[in-house]
C-alpha cells in the first residue's frame, strides 16, 4: 500500500474536528504563497475565494437543503445534514482566510478597511 493511499485513508478514519483543523492548518499554511502572486494573481484569489463562497452558500441554501428537506425523512436529512454541515463550515473557513489574506495583502496602505481587518 502507498503512502498516499495510507494517508487517505488515516484521513477518513478521522473526526470532524481533525477535518476542521486540517482545513484550518492548509489553510493558514497557504497563504504565504499569496505574497509571491502580482496584484491580478491576488484579486483572481480573491474573487476565486469570495465566489468559491458565495456560490456554497447559495446551493446549500437554496437547492441542496430545501430539496433534501423535501424529499428525505426527518432521520435521515438530519444525518446527511449532521455530515455535511461541518464539511460546509470547512469550506467558509478555508475561504474567508483566503479572501481576508489576499484582500489585506493587495490592500497595505493603513485605511479604514484594513485597519478593521
Do not use: E
Amino acid at each position: 500500500m502507498s503512502v498516499l493511499s495510507c494517508l487517505r485513508s488515516w484521513i477518513f478514519k478521522q473526526s470532524d474536528v481533525t477535518h476542521s483543523g486540517l482545513a484550518m492548518a492548509g489553510s493558514l499554511a497557504a497563504v504565504p504563497l499569496l505574497t509571491k502572486l502580482g496584484g491580478s494573481g491576488l484579486a483572481a484569489a480573491n474573487l476565486l475565494s469570495i465566489s468559491t463562497q458565495l456560490g456554497s452558500q447559495v446551493y446549500v441554501a437554496f437547492v441542496g437543503g430545501p430539496t433534501m428537506f423535501v424529499n428525505m425523512d426527518k432521520t435521515a436529512f438530519g444525518n446527511i445534514q449532521a455530515r455535511l454541515f461541518p464539511k460546509f463550515g470547512m469550506v467558509g473557513l478555508s475561504t474567508g482566510i483566503w479572501t481576508l489574506a489576499s484582500y489585506h495583502i493587495a490592500h497595505s496602505q493603513q485605511d479604514a478597511c484594513t485597519w478593521a481587518l
